[in-house]
């Protein structure tokens, strides 16, 4: 049985106090300037960039260096990184705040994508105690005074789970808030997330802000896991993928009063239309590009009219277009007076897939403790792109 919360009227994350709590969750090729701009239109909270590795934003390449630009609309600016070498995450962290890049910081351990683990990086690393310990209170000591906050998944299979121990070295080491995705990395996107880990962070970090992530689809989804769990806010990722204005209904749902204007989305086909026609503009201005922000835009038809009396060759059509004077025809031949469809519109959305066993390092389960082959390992995890 649920208990009833009322609604958190903010959430503050060091210096930082959010009218919402909640935070966009870091998509690599998703949560680029467009789409942040785009959630914050309608909405209320913390919106993430894409995952940015380490190294490459001390070796200034220039695509990572275009990645940490934002809007100047974008209040507060957020960054998250991902890196493996302590010395390496120290130097891009200060270089985001000595170079006033970013108003916070997020490191990543919960990655759980096969080339990223298999070096020992994201979920895979807070195995290693020790390394973890490093990387995080030197990266909260390059940080200063902007807050530096770590996501982390539940470990790396049933049997080696890590959130606990890591979330009690990062509240020593001076975070400001911890975030766990309440999979383990062998779950990928797969199956229910398990929402009494979320439960069980929050018991053991008393201090920071504890963040739950996994599973929102909705704003009661999100009202749900903060009354399950005791967890302070909440970090949407796959659910808000084409639904940019599923934050107007957290910000509704969890904020104050101030937190977004109007009144709830009335989501017919053509409040839907309009919303994708927006986003592609602003993948547009982002690329500074008609035909790539066209492109990119592809890759979201799906999402956006899930469930809606779209037919196939029009969503075909929509999924290769290369202008916005296109997207234009093809929206005006759509019922755009159509109904919101309830059920058929809900529910997960994005990638899922099935369980699979961790690609990780050899031996690396072996010992918690860095060895001299992991540390040669390492040396390679430190990636020199970003998005990942």
Known sequence: MTSAIAPAPTLRIGPLTLDAPVVLAPMAGITNTAFRRLCREYGAGLYVSEMIT????????????????HHE???????????????????????????DRADHID???????????????GAALPWKLGLFRDIVSRAARAAEHVPLTVKMRKGIDGDHLTYLDAGRIAEDAGVAAVALHARTAAEFYSGQADWSAIAALKEAVTSVPVLG???????????????????????VGRGCLGRPWLFGDLARELGTPAAVAGDPVDATLGFVAAAFRRHAQLLVEFFEDEGRGCRDIRKHVAWYFKGYPVGGETRAALATVSSLAEIDDLLSTLELDA????????GQRGRAGTPKRPALPDGWLQTRDLGAEAS???????????GG
């Not at 609309?73 to 170079?99: C, F, H, K, W």
């Not at 040669?376 to 970003?386: K, P, R």
Request: aromatic share 4%.
């Open 54 to 69: 380490s190294r490459a934003l001390v070796e200034r390449n220039a695509t990572t260096m275009r990645l940490i630009t």
């Open 73 to 99: 609309s974008e209040t507060p600016r957020s960054i998250q990184l991902y890196g493996v070498d302590p010395a390496t995450v120290e130097n891009a962290v200060r270089v985001l705040v000595q170079e």
């Open 107 to 121: 490191l990543n351990f919960g990655c759980p994508v096969p080339k990223v683990t298999r070096k020992g990086g």
């Open 213 to 235: 992530n996994g599973d929102i689809w909705s704003a009661e989804d999100a009202r749900r896991m903060m009354a399950e769990t005791g967890c302070d806010g909440v970090v």
């Open 339 to 346: 109904a919101y469809p309830g059920a058929a519109a809900e």
């Open 376 to 386: 040669l390992t390492l040396a390679d995890a430190e990636l020199d792109h970003s």
